[in-house]
T-cell receptor, first 116, second 112 residues
Framework: DAGVIQSPRHEVTEMGQEVTLRCKPISGHNSLFWYRQTMMRGLELLIY????????DSGMPEDRFSAKMPNASFSTLKIQPSEPRDSAVYFC??????????????FGEGSWLTVV | KQEVTQIPAALSVPEGENLVLNCSFT??????LQWFRQDPGKGLTSLLL?????REQTSGRLNASLDKSSGRSTLYIAASQPGDSATYLC???????????FGGGTRVLVKP
């Protein structure tokens, strides 16, 4: 099992540019989560999907952020236009189906974004 | 709104000492609580998951307890080793939804 795969691992971009982060969840998992981690705010849930459908996007900071999950094996998080305050580590995580109380969530290695 | 707090934010102990990490949450209506480990530059690795009906879970040198009514969990790491140096985070799954809410983490340094 390859685990949750995220790309790119590191990205440095200029303010105003579009950023697209990608995630491939573990095969067979039906829940997918996007988290953002900063020193100041810790880990924040941005959005999560269940069976490819967005369930809760209340953590998406503003309209510059959007996320899609066109199929069970791929999701994107897009920031357009990017700003320096978006600099953070963005984690994707997935969880298998079944009794939700008993299932562990698996994290990817993260995408380290720096907006200059 | 659920809030998860971990105190202290950082901890340094000599090798061999037992570690005690604390986690508190404001809303006791949870489904489960998980403890994670995060190494620098890496993602999170799940260590232990405690169901809301359980009082504790054990895995090797790790033991996690849960007191749901008081909103507290404690992670014990016995006979600490330098390899235990990492940031430890707790997270709760709320009964009202499917998402995890994380604490700020405790950064642990075990000195040889």
């Amino acid at each position: 099992d390859a685990g949750v795969i995220q790309s790119p691992r590191h990205e440095v971009t200029e303010m105003g540019q579009e950023v697209t982060l990608r995630c491939k969840p573990i095969s067979g998992h039906n829940s997918l989560f996007w988290y953002r981690q900063t020193m100041m705010r810790g880990l924040e849930l941005l959005i999560y999907f269940n069976n490819n459908v967005p369930i809760d996007d209340s953590g998406m900071p503003e309209d510059r952020f959007s996320a899609k999950m066109p199929n069970a094996s791929f999701s994107t998080l897009k920031i357009q236009p990017s700003e320096p305050r978006d600099s953070a580590v963005y984690f994707c995580a997935s969880r298998p189906p079944g009794v939700r109380t008993g299932n562990t969530i698996y994290f990817g290695e993260g995408s380290w974004l720096t907006v200059v | 709104k659920q809030e998860v707090t971990q105190i202290p934010a950082a901890l340094s102990v000599p090798e061999g000492e037992n570690l005690v990490l604390n986690c508190s949450f404001t809303d006791s209506a949870i489904y489960n609580l998980q403890w994670f480990r995060q190494d620098p530059g890496k993602g999170l690795t799940s260590l232990l998951l405690i169901q809301s009906s359980q009082r504790e879970q054990t895995s090797g040198r790790l033991n996690a307890s849960l007191d749901k009514s008081s909103g507290r969990s404690t992670l014990y790491i016995a006979a600490s080793q330098p390899g235990d140096s990492a940031t430890y985070l707790c997270a709760v799954v709320e009964a009202a939804g499917n998402k995890l809410t994380f604490g700020g983490g405790t950064r642990v340094l075990v000195k040889p």
